[in-house]
């Protein structure tokens, strides 16, 4: 079903069959999002009358965070007071899921509002404990800033004019990016051994510019596993010296993947704040981009 809709194959008598049963699916707490995002798309006014309901709204609810991203996703026009209520009920609870994930969504809710009374309890968050509360914060900043788009933008910009058409900030930001993707999917052997590991003089930079301190110490300590050659640019002859490496320190290797994966620093949250300090650099587009 979802494949039909997304390519709009479903007739409208079909399509307004199935929007009664999908929010019988969300009210029953099971593939919420997934129903939640399928009513969007085929019936949208109607989706967004009952996902902003009483009865959907509900804080006692297990997965009304997975309904606030959704009306997140797809621009629903919830109240700010609603939203501002939303983060004063689940901060006064237990911080444990799924109020953590229902705080965060709820903040990031928040920043799309652009008011200036909530960038400072939007500031507060960022620095939470609480991994989904403060990537959420985080997430609201962006918007806040109107830069809530701005990865999307770059992925576009890199895709349609290569990695040299990106500024040296954007450059930063995604050679950090990869980095933290490919080691928390496979290790830091992984991030070497793919094309990722051709710009780990830019990761190692960018975790230094955007104030890294246990990530960067990690990293700086697989580099010296290299020797003083450190690893090689070019993938092709990296991969020789990858192979001799990972042999000889496979037990080093595992350390640090273990040390980063409890890193308690926030990969959302620190980028988030360097692309907000360089947010000019952040909004470019190349002169033939419309």
Not at 26 to 55: C, G, N, Y
Not at 171 to 179: D, E, I, S, T, W
Not at 230 to 242: F, G, H, N, S, V
Not at 249 to 265: G, R, W
Request: proline share 3%; hydrophobic share 40%.
């Amino acid at each position: 079903m979802e494949r039909a809709v997304m390519e709009e194959r479903l007739s409208p008598e079909i399509r307004s069959g199935i929007v009664g049963d999908l929010e019988k699916v969300v009210l029953s707490d099971r593939e919420v999002k997934k129903a939640a995002q399928l009513l969007s798309r085929i019936d949208p006014k109607q989706a967004e009358t009952f996902l902003l309901s009483d009865r959907v709204m509900d804080t006692e609810s297990g997965s009304l965070h997975e309904v606030l991203g959704v009306i997140g996703e797809f621009d629903f026009p919830i109240p700010r007071e609603k939203v501002k209520s939303l983060v004063a009920t689940y901060a006064g609870r237990e911080m444990e899921y799924p109020n953590t994930y229902a705080l965060g969504e709820s903040l990031e809710l928040l920043g799309k509002f652009q008011n200036r009374e909530d960038e400072e309890l939007l500031l507060e968050y960022a620095d939470h404990d609480e991994d989904r509360v403060s990537d959420g914060a985080a997430a609201g900043l962006l918007a806040f800033h109107g830069l809530e788009d701005f990865q999307e933008c770059m992925w576009e910009q890199e895709e349609a004019g290569g990695w040299e058409s990106l500024n040296h900030q954007q450059q930063l930001y995604l050679a950090v990016f990869l980095l933290n993707a490919e080691v928390n999917n496979g290790g830091h052997s992984q991030y070497f051994f793919n094309s990722t590991g051709d710009s780990w003089p830019l990761a190692l930079e960018g975790l230094q510019t955007m104030g890294f301190r246990k990530r960067l110490q990690i990293f700086e300590g697989v580099l010296e596993l290299f020797g003083d050659q450190k690893p090689l640019t070019d993938r092709d002859k990296r991969l020789d010296q990858l192979a001799k490496v990972f042999r000889q320190n496979e037990d080093a290797f595992d350390a640090f993947d273990s040390q980063y994966y409890a890193a308690e620093e926030s990969f959302d949250v620190y980028s988030m704040r360097f692309v907000i300090q360089n947010a000019d650099k952040f909004s470019e587009r190349p002169a033939d981009t419309p």
